[in-house]
């Protein structure tokens, strides 16, 4: 009963120092996700996958890379760190993109990132 | 484009009385509409969504929305708090089309006193 699964769930950063966020989801989705957390702000979407094989930018994709590696797994990656990237991440997936029926989304249970 | 406004950033209730989290949105497509909970250190749970259907939507732990296109509020209540409730709740906005364009409202924190 995973559901999606995300790793590592604390990491410390010094600035400039590259990372990635790991995440998996074990129920078929097509779509993946990858959001942050601010105080105050919501949640602010970085990139999501609509499919295996493609990525696309969401509202805040600079400073952040990602690859979806196959159906199951979608990473993260910091290039080279920076204190504004200090938040807690959430991985996410759901049936299908395009679903006119406003697909529920999954949350992995968030990585919080400090960088210093 | 579209927004979603939650209008208090926390509210404090009493165990056993009712719960009313206010939400409101502003859309350009017809909306899909959900409420998730974010218990501490935890992620998100959907609590329930509204997609066109029944504008009256019961969700999870006897939570419900109504959608108010009048109004356009979506505004979720419970008629009696439990210790549990007490979260963060994130009011979300999607176009019809595209989950990749929901938008969250900032959250509310419900405190519920014994």
Redesign the interface.
Known sequence: NAG?TQTPKFQVLKTGQSMTLQCAQDMNHN?M?WYRQDP??????IY?S?SEGTT?K?EVPNGYNVSRLNKREFSLRLESAAPSQTSVY?CAS?D???????????????SWLTVV | AQSVTQLDSHVSVSEGTPVLLRCNYSSSYSPSLFWYVQHPNKGLQLLLKYTSAATLVKGINGFEAEFKKSETSFHLTKPSAHMSDAAEYFCVVSASSNNNDMRFGAGTRLTVKP
């Open positions: 999606v779509s996700y105050g702000m919501g949640l602010r979407l999501y609509a696309d969401g959430f759901s299908s993109l395009g679903s006119l029926a406003g697909n529920t989304i999954y949350f992995g249970e968030g």
